[in-house]
């Protein structure tokens, strides 16, 4: 699987954005989707999951209420809607395929990985 992410870019404070995520190579529905971000200096984080038939989410306690993640199998995509931006959301953004394990929030039982966009939040 292939993953391409875009959308990023520099925002204000309290603007918002829409990364996508497009994948290629295989068919996303057969993975539970899970956007993570690395900021400045920082490990990689979990932002937000999605599971494979997008009945179930879960968020990070720091983008809950402001994030939304979806997806469009058909289009083979996900999306992760960003409103109410804060300096502290800058990172470079990553989606990424879970491919073993129950714990979404672990980097490390996800196999694929697209090559990052970074957002940038100006005060």
């Known amino acids: 699987v292939q993953l391409v992410e875009s959308g990023g870019g520099l925002v204000q404070t309290g603007g918002s954005l829409r990364l996508s995520c497009a994948a290629s190579?295989?068919?996303?529905?057969?993975?539970?989707m899970g956007w993570f971000r690395q900021p400045p200096g920082k490990e990689r984080e979990f932002v937000a999951t999605?599971?494979?038939?997008?009945?179930?989410?879960g968020y990070a306690d720091s983008v809950k209420g402001r994030f939304t993640i979806s997806r469009d199998n058909a289009k083979n995509t996900v999306d992760l809607q960003m409103n109410n931006l804060q300096t502290e959301d800058t990172a470079v953004y990553y989606c990424?395929?879970?491919?073993?394990?129950?714990?979404?929030?672990?980097?490390?039982?996800?196999?694929?990985w697209g090559q990052g966009t970074q957002v940038t939040v100006s005060s």
């Open positions: 999605l599971s494979w038939n997008g009945s179930t989410t």
């Open positions: 990424a395929a879970r491919t073993q394990g129950m714990d979404f929030r672990t980097p490390r039982n996800y196999g694929y």
């Open positions: 190579g295989r068919a996303l529905s057969s993975y539970d």
